[in-house]
């Protein structure tokens, strides 16, 4: 009846023709499993930030995470859920476990969203922290990579990608200090436009 038409060439949703791609396509082609503030268990309010929120949702198949950043205590950036009782972790501890798990179910790329709110200094200490734990996982394009298509799933096995929403520097410093300290550690020279990773996201390298 209706399940095998649903399940036969005639139900099928893939354009004509585009049966066969799979993983080959550019990056923005594809839509993933994607989390909102990952780290929460339980309320919003007054619930409990850990890193089993992250374990959790990779293990799941998630291949995009939400880290909300802030400046922390000890001064390193944390994660923690604004204006709210909930306890941070530290982006140093969270960024362990994302390694230690981020290709256990796939080897396909990690997107980790980062809603910035760090301090210029701290933006120091944190581009230094994705370098240090993230090491050549870490995804870095080319300096021209604004001029061709985004790699496809396949080519970009094994890698953890950092997004945040696109900044005007003209108005706005923030986000830049981590843009060049990034820099810093490539051999790529950087400029200060953003790398796009769709209409709305920018890749911060």
Not at 20 to 43: A, I, K, P, R, V
Not at 65 to 77: S, V
Not at 126 to 142: C, G, Q, R, T, V
Request: net charge negative; aromatic share 6%.
């Amino acid at each position: 009846g209706l399940r095998r038409l649903l399940a036969s060439q005639w139900g099928c949703i893939m354009k004509e023709g585009h049966e066969g791609l799979f993983q080959d396509m550019s990056l923005n082609s594809y839509f993933c499993n994607s989390t909102d503030n990952t780290y929460l268990t339980g309320l919003q309010m007054k619930g409990e930030a850990t890193v089993e929120g992250y374990v959790s949702a990779l293990d799941r198949g998630a291949r995009l995470l939400e880290l909300d950043l802030f400046d922390g205590e000890a001064g390193e950036p944390v994660i923690t859920h604004r204006l709210t009782l909930i306890q941070p972790i530290t982006l140093r501890d969270t960024l362990h476990v994302i390694l230690k798990r981020a290709f256990v179910t796939s080897q396909f790329p990690v997107i980790l969203t980062l809603e910035n709110h760090v301090s210029l200094p701290q933006q120091e200490v944190m581009a230094d922290i994705f370098h240090e734990i993230l090491s050549d996982h870490l995804y870095i394009p080319d300096k021209d990579s604004h001029k061709k298509p985004l790699p496809s799933p396949n080519e970009l096995k094994k890698k953890i990608i950092l997004r945040t929403n696109e900044v005007d520097y003209s108005q706005t410093h923030t986000l830049k200090v981590l843009n060049l300290e990034l820099d810093k550690h490539s051999t790529e020279t950087c400029s200060d436009s953003s790398v796009s990773l769709s209409s709305y996201l920018t890749v911060l390298f």
